[in-house]
């Protein structure tokens, strides 16, 4: 069966590259079309736009992202493909011209920015179900366990894809065996602090925390403090919650005006957060 490693971006999945190599190593890149958080190197965003095939502006991930995925390829020796689907300007904005806001119950951004592209990329490439290696650690079963009750008799993941459309114009859906998960970590025994040994002393630059640095799952102190690290990218989640003609925020009952305007009565240190509060969309 053809091996495929999903790189998120963080140090867990780059373990997982750089230890148990892969056919493929698909990473999937979120991007936004706001000049405001345009990715400040010009060279390395044509570099990035080569490998996405189109242009590439910004993301509303850390920066330092970027880096990890190309130093990361550079030290295992091995091709990454980046893939990208719509920005998520597009994804939010919906055919009458109103926002439509990720929240808590609907994650679509996460459908249609992570899962979707590499969807899309293995039904052009590998075609057939493949072994996807997980990046759940030794103390995460319950996670696997979860995963792995939504599989089909078959053992396999699928994928709610359109394949067509009906005479009347009507999307044909069809669910589509594509994955079966594994979980290195686990079988290997493998904790957080071996992983954050093992890359002490490597060539690979990570981000404090990964996933969208405005994320709804993350807590309102964290995203405070986002504010003061990405002041444009925040700036971008209040804006579109700010022009939201119907209504619609992030997070219910605050708006994030309110969150990047408060003032903590403590200065709030990186330590005083961990990957629970990262809002980690667990790809």
Same mark, same amino acid.
């Not at 373990?15 to 010009?42: E, G, H, R, S």
């Not at 044509?46 to 242009?55: A, F, L, N, R």
């Given at each position: ?6 790189i ?14 892969? !056919? ?14 345009? $990715?400040? !190197?010009a ?20 920066? %330092?992202? %970027?880096?990890?995925i ?10 990454i !493909? ?7 300007d597009?994804i939010?904005?919906?055919? *009458? ?12 951004c ?5 899962l ?14 493949? +072994?996807?290696? %997980?990046?759940?650690? #030794? ?6 366990? #979860? ?10 993941? +699928? ?10 114009? *009507? ?14 970590? %686990?079988?290997? *025994?493998? $904790?957080? !602090? ?33 504010? *003061? ?11 579109? +919650? ?25 200065d ?16």
């Amino acid at each position: 069966m053809i091996t495929v490693n999903s790189i998120s971006g963080g140090q867990t999945s780059a373990y997982i590259a750089a230890n148990y190599p892969a !056919d493929y190593n698909i990473f999937a890149l979120v991007t936004t079309d706001d000049i405001k958080c345009q $990715y400040p !190197d010009a060279k390395v965003r044509q570099i990035v736009s080569d490998k996405i095939g189109k242009e590439f502006i910004g993301t509303l991930e850390d920066d %330092i992202i %970027i880096h990890t995925i190309l130093e990361l390829e550079q030290f295992i020796g091995s091709k990454i !493909d980046w893939v990208v689907g719509r920005s998520f300007d597009e994804i939010i904005l919906r055919k *009458n011209g109103t926002t439509f806001l990720p929240s808590y119950m609907r994650r679509f951004c996460t459908s249609e920015m992570k899962l979707e592209p590499i969807f899309n990329f293995w039904k052009e490439n590998i075609k057939e179900p493949c +072994e996807t290696r %997980i990046g759940y650690r #030794a103390n995460e079963m319950n996670r696997a366990k #979860a995963m792995i009750k939504k599989l089909n008799a078959n053992g396999l993941s +699928e994928f709610r894809a359109v394949v067509g459309h009906s005479k009347n114009g *009507n999307k044909k859906w069809k669910d589509i065996e594509w994955q079966k998960p594994v979980f290195p970590l %686990i079988e290997n *025994n493998i $904790y957080k !602090d071996s992983i954050i040994n093992y890359w002490k002393d490597k060539p690979v630059q990570f981000a404090w925390m990964n996933n969208c640095v405005g994320c709804m799952h993350k807590e309102p102190a964290l995203l405070n403090k986002m504010a *003061n690290l990405h002041p444009n990218k925040l700036e971008w989640f209040a804006k579109v +919650e700010r022009e939201s003609a119907n209504g619609c925020t992030w997070r219910e009952h605050i708006t994030y005006d309110k969150i990047i305007n408060y003032k903590f009565t403590a200065d709030l240190i990186d330590s005083d957060f961990n990957e629970c509060d990262s809002g980690y969309c667990g790809l």
